[in-house]
Nanobody, 125 residues
Framework: QVQLVESGGGLVQAGASLRLSCAAS????????IAWFRQAPGKEREFVAG????????YYADSVKGRFTISRDNAKDTAYLQMNSLKPEDTAIYYC??????????????????WGQGTQVTVSS
């Protein structure tokens, strides 16, 4: 399994931007599909965005489409989540997840076998 470490969370006001990073180690990062999930208090973990191993295909939850952008730099073993126009409802712990997959990307958290520890994002109104 690849080891994943998130960073970049914080407290911001509504309308601001944040960029989360997911640094990988331990396996060949470029073989892994990567996704971002989030979990707010009292709610289930939900898919936010995903990217295939090569970076050519991306997927987004409807709630973040047009505001968030997922990307990756396989040379740096790092994935990113650029979050713009943040809203209070974006407040959650954000997790990076990975699964060895040359082609597919999934939205179900159970598909992924590598997880980071999470980073808190808080958006005030």
């Amino acid at each position: 399994q690849v080891q994943l470490v998130e960073s970049g969370g914080g407290l911001v006001q509504a309308g601001a931007s944040l960029r989360l990073s997911c640094a990988a180690s331990g396996r060949t990062f470029s073989w892994y599909a990567i996704a971002w999930f989030r979990q707010a208090p009292g709610k289930e973990r939900e898919f936010v965005a995903g990217i295939n191993s090569g970076g050519g295909r991306t997927y987004y939850a409807d709630s973040v489409k047009g505001r968030f952008t997922i990307s990756r730099d396989n040379a740096k073993d790092t994935a990113y989540l650029q979050m713009n126009s943040l809203k209070p409802e974006d407040t959650a712990i954000y997790y990076c997840a990975g699964q060895y997959s040359p082609i597919a990307v999934a939205t179900a958290p159970t598909w992924y076998n590598s997880w980071g520890q999470g980073t808190q994002v808080t958006v005030s109104s």
